[in-house]
């Protein structure tokens, strides 16, 4: 009941803060307003989560936010990268994603690899945080690994719905909150996108088995280079509308989808043989 309380609080909080800080950064930012009050709402999202683990008793330790000594952390990166190979060769392959012929490899594009980079990096660790610290390490306690996780990725696999594409017209407070509101209103679009919701989920819980068994360092390490490479691929390619293979994906971002979701389970299965066979020669 308290983690519950504290969420709840915890949500409430970055809401009202995020529109405010929007509100008043408006007049002085030349940036589109939706964008403004986006990033508003992640930066107090990422600031809020220190007073939410400390008031839920929860030390860096029990996050997960152990040493990073000896962890290896280049290499996971490597590995998440070439996990997403795989299924982006077979959508090259079957013409559904195609290279991108109008790309020029100019100074331009080297920035945006930079920024695709970094944008992952605090992406990642404010997600993996909150999904794979703060509330599963608070659920745990009651509910198991399993319950917990299964908690955890549901609502990492929802707030990927929580979006609006009209833009921020107006300039005051109420219209931001208004904003916010219709975001979570859009959580209806997951009825017509289940492969994409499930695909999310099973990530989801493929993360909670990473930090079950590593640390949160390493979850972040894998969302990081999962986030840069997916958005690597897609600044190099292009989708073909008419091909017949593009109901593999779902309509979130194009590659979540029911062959990612097939492909993730693999991943999750290969694991548990490792560790079956790793225990049993011990």
């Known amino acids: 009941m308290k983690a519950l309380i504290a969420g709840l609080v915890y949500t409430v909080a970055v809401i009202l803060g995020g529109v405010t800080l929007s509100w008043l950064l408006l007049p002085y930012i030349d940036f589109p307003n939706d964008k ?31 040493p990073i000594r000896g962890q290896r952390l280049g290499s996971w990166y490597i590995l998440a990268l070439f996990l997403q190979i795989p299924p982006m060769l077979f959508f090259l392959w079957v013409g559904f994603r195609l290279i991108d012929p ?13 920024l695709f980079a970094v944008a992952g990096a605090l992406a990642a660790l404010l997600e993996e945080t909150l999904f794979r610290g703060v509330l ?28 609006m594409d009209a833009a ?6 109420m219209a931001g909150l208004y904003y916010v509101g219709a975001a ?33 360092w ?14 690597l691929y897609k600044e190099f390619t292009v989708r073909d ?36 066979y790793q225990q049993r020669l011990q």
Not at 106 to 113: D, K, L, N, P, Y
Not at 218 to 231: D, N, S, Y
């Open 136 to 163: 599963l390490s608070s659920l745990q306690a009651n509910l198991g690994f399993v319950w917990s996780a299964g908690v955890s990725s549901l609502a990492y696999a929802a707030v990927h719905f929580l979006s």
């Open 36 to 66: 403004i009050l986006s990033r508003s709402i992640l930066l107090v999202a990422g600031l809020g989560l220190i007073p939410l683990w400390r008031y839920l008793g929860l030390s860096t330790a029990k996050i997960g936010f152990g």
């Open 241 to 276: 509308m008419g091909n017949a293979f593009q109901s593999w994906t779902g309509q979130y971002d194009h590659f979540t989808g029911n062959l990612l979701s097939v492909w993730l389970l693999g991943i999750i299965g290969g694991y548990w043989l490792f560790r079956f």
């Open 168 to 173: 921020l017209p107006e300039e005051n407070w």
């Open 218 to 231: 390493v979850c972040i390490i894998l969302h990081a280079a999962w986030i840069f490479g997916l958005r």
């Open 102 to 114: 109008d790309l020029e490899m100019q100074w331009s594009f080297v920035s945006h690899v930079g």
């Open 184 to 216: 979570f209103a859009n959580l209806h679009t997951i009825s017509a996108d289940w492969s994409s919701f499930i695909c999310l989920f099973i990530l989801g819980m493929l993360f909670c088995l990473v930090r079950r068994y590593f640390s949160l």
